[in-house]
């Protein structure tokens, strides 16, 4: 992987309608390569986001959660659902205007040591910023860095499901492996990021699958995270959208954006998704904008219209509660 810093739409110089300091980063759920979506990349990877990549590419930065492995060979792990893509999955993300992926969670090493191994090669060759997992413990817990209208940002990522993957692949500090959201090392990253002047934002995959409320390990590393220095805490992992908005202390936070691009559809909630605008104003989030969408057969997400998207936002807005959070940033 590639921590240090690159070249992405934000990095152009302040645009006189908007002031130095202010920026917009867009981020969007669960995206992997399989069954009928792994048929549309073998076709041609810069359509297989169709419809949605216009609004994909309107933020300066936008990052989804990349959650399979990549590679072509590996050995399948005794799991329930194993996903693999090849390395034109980066071209993919690339050509839908996608700037950055977090690859902690529960998938990217579902092709054993060997597909771990092809991963991070293909992470390499490619050139696209993953964060959340390395050759080592350095690297998966370090921060892609990069300069947006003037602003210095550091984006961060780990997995907080416990299954198999954080089992038998956390990164450690001679094995490769995903970014342990229970290792100190994760907080340590974003204090040492925040003292270094940077706006911080931390990616996580966590929550407990088809429950739209965050569970109690949830909400307290968004406190941690939050004392640590994050402006924003963006998740995925339960299949559907969980509640987002400010806490008191003015941090951030989205528990769960949902499946975006998927093997399939499943004919209810699941199916609901998103792409979540954050406006960031002098290392602040100072407005949300939610643009609900679904997936089709195809396990596509569309822009949702009409009575549809009535009712996703109104779902998006009926989550928040639960989740303790404010649907303005504090005073």
């Known amino acids: 992987m590639r921590p240090a810093s690159s070249t992405p739409r934000g990095t152009a110089a302040p645009s006189p309608t908007r002031p130095a300091g202010e920026f917009t980063f867009a981020f969007a759920g669960d995206v992997h390569f399989s069954e009928r979506v792994g048929f549309r990349l073998a076709a041609d990877p810069a359509t297989v986001f169709a419809q949605a990549t216009p609004g994909l590419a309107k933020a300066d930065l936008t990052m989804v959660n990349l959650e399979t492995a990549i590679t072509t ?24 205007g996608i700037d950055i992926a977090t690859m902690a969670n529960n998938h990217g090493a579902d092709y054993g040591a060997s597909g771990l191994a092809d991963t991070l090669a293909a992470i390499k060759s490619s050139r696209f910023p993953v964060v959340g997992i390395g050759a080592d413990a350095a690297a998966a817990y370090a921060p892609w860095t990069t300069t947006v209208n003037g602003t210095k940002l550091a984006v961060l990522a780990a997995t907080q499901v416990q299954d198999e993957t954080l089992a038998n692949f956390s990164a450690g500090s001679g094995s490769a492996g995903v970014a342990n959201a229970y290792s100190e090392q994760l907080l340590a990253g974003v204090r040492a990021a925040k003292a270094k002047g940077f706006v911080v934002v931390v990616y996580l995959h966590w929550g407990t699958e088809y429950v739209p409320c965050p569970n109690a390990d949830q909400q307290t590393l968004a406190g941690q995270l939050a004392a640590a220095g994050a402006s924003a805490v963006i998740g995925t992992h339960a299949h559907v959208l969980q509640g987002a908005g400010w806490r008191a202390d003015g941090t951030y936070v989205a528990y769960g954006l949902g499946n975006y691009l998927w093997w399939r559809s499943f004919g209810n909630n699941q199916d609901d998704n998103g792409l979540l605008t954050l406006t960031f104003r002098y290392g602040k989030v100072v407005a949300n904008h939610f643009a609900p969408s679904h997936l089709d057969a195809r396990g596509v997400p569309l822009p949702a219209t009409g009575a549809e998207a009535v009712r996703i936002s109104g779902q998006w807005n009926a989550d928040r509660p639960c989740s303790g959070l404010a649907a303005a940033p504090p005073a």
């Open 73 to 96: 060979g590996g050995d399948q792990q005794r799991k329930s659902f194993t996903f693999r893509a090849p390395p034109s999955a980066f071209t993919a993300l690339k050509d839908a």
